[in-house]
């Protein structure tokens, strides 16, 4: 059964630095999304992209991430300069959205990044 | 805005007890999607069912059934003869339907299931 893969699975990262996190979405899905998810709290929605653009953005999405398709198969989101709240579990997600499967988001198994 | 409600923080039940986990939106939008998605103790995110806002049939999958009532603004998940597998955080969601696939999800807190032997 296809899967959204993620890597790294921990990434530990020094205050200031930038990070990258990697996602593989399912092969012929068209939408994407970043999430996050602060160790025993909510998921929240970062980001959607749709055809090499962003298509929505919650107001945790600022300045300091960016995301990219670098290629016809990676979904990047990267932090430009990672503060200690940006420790979190981020997942990406994606979906093919066609007139049956609306919108049904399969989520990636997460990567946890901690920022000393 | 959208806004998902589960009020329950943490429910513990014994083994093979039935278990309803509780789930109550906002929403502007007359269509939408609601969702569940269960959180292993591993961390990943399983999803469960979805359900568009024209469809108010209950739905049963085995020993899980969904009631949702539009009238109550309500999306409740119950767990008929829990099992020690059960425990996981369960958590409710919801998407706007008119943004299409652009729309990311809403999440609710959770809810910590904790079912003991």
């Known amino acids: 059964e296809p899967e959204v893969t993620q890597t790294p699975s921990h990434q530990v990262t020094q205050m200031g630095q930038e990070v990258i996190l990697r996602c593989v979405p399912i092969?012929?899905?068209?939408?994407f999304y970043w999430y996050r998810q602060i160790l025993g709290q909510k998921v929240e929605f970062l980001v959607s992209?749709?055809?090499?653009?962003?298509?929505?953005k919650s107001e945790i999405f600022d300045d300091q991430f960016s995301v990219e398709r670098p290629d016809g198969s990676n979904f990047t989101l990267k932090i430009r300069s990672t503060k200690l709240e940006d420790s979190a579990m981020y997942f990406c997600?994606?979906?093919?959205?066609?007139?049956?499967?609306?919108?049904?988001?399969?989520f990636g198994p997460g990567t946890r990044l901690t920022v000393l | 805005a959208q806004k998902v409600t589960q009020a329950q923080t943490e429910i513990s039940v014994v083994e093979k007890e039935d278990v309803t986990l509780d789930c109550v939106y906002e929403?502007?939008?007359?269509?939408?999607?609601l969702f569940w998605y269960k959180q292993p103790p591993s961390g990943e995110l399983v999803f469960l069912i979805r359900?568009?806002?024209?469809?108010?049939q209950n739905e049963i999958s085995g020993r899980y059934s969904w009631n949702f009532q539009k009238s109550t603004s309500s999306f409740n998940f119950t767990i008929t003869a829990s099992q020690v597998v059960d425990s996981a955080v369960y958590f409710c969601?919801?998407?706007?339907?008119?943004?299409?696939?652009?729309?990311?999800?809403?999440f609710g807190k959770g809810t910590h299931l904790i079912i003991q032997p």
């Open positions: 997600a994606s979906s093919e959205w066609d007139s049956i499967n609306h919108n049904e988001q399969f």
């Open positions: 092969s012929n899905h068209l939408y």
């Open positions: 992209f749709y055809n090499n653009e962003i298509s929505e």
């Open positions: 929403t502007r939008d007359t269509t939408y999607y």
């Open positions: 359900r568009n806002s024209f469809d108010e």
């Open positions: 969601a919801l998407s706007e339907i008119a943004g299409g696939g652009a729309d990311g999800l809403t």
